[in-house]
Nanobody, 113 residues
Framework: VQLVESGGGLVQAGGSLRLSCTTS????????LGWYRQAPGKERELVAR???????NYADSVKGRFTISKDNAKNTVYLQMNSLKPEDTGVYYC????????WGKGTLVTVSS
């Protein structure tokens, strides 16, 4: 399974970004897709996750601001991020859960105050 993220960039606080993660390869082994982030000096943390059955969960810090969605026809998962805050800054990684975890290389999101 290969994961390629896109959509990161620099945005002012209060702005929006949409991240995309396109999957390829043996995607039938995937049980869930999600987004994690790692801020400078911090551990990687779950941001949002969605199972193949459609259930989603979010980190408390992003509830009401971020939305994870999937386009099965495009094998792509999205993370719509609204009302961004400086503390949302970090490298965002796409994750696919199967028998093992698969990771993308990450895309940098920088939110300026």
């Amino acid at each position: 399974v290969q994961l390629v993220e896109s959509g990161g960039g620099l945005v002012q606080a209060g702005g929006s970004l949409r991240l995309s993660c396109t999957t390829s390869g043996n995607i039938f082994v995937i049980n869930a897709l999600g987004w994690y982030r790692q801020a400078p000096g911090k551990e990687r943390e779950l941001v949002a996750r969605k199972t193949i059955f459609g259930s989603a969960n979010y980190a408390d810090s992003v509830k009401g601001r971020f939305t994870i969605s999937k386009d099965n026809a495009k094998n792509t998962v999205y993370l719509q991020m609204n009302s961004l805050k400086p503390e949302d800054t970090g490298v965002y990684y796409c994750n696919a859960e199967g028998a093992v975890d698969y990771w993308g290389k990450g895309t940098l999101v920088t939110v300026s105050s």
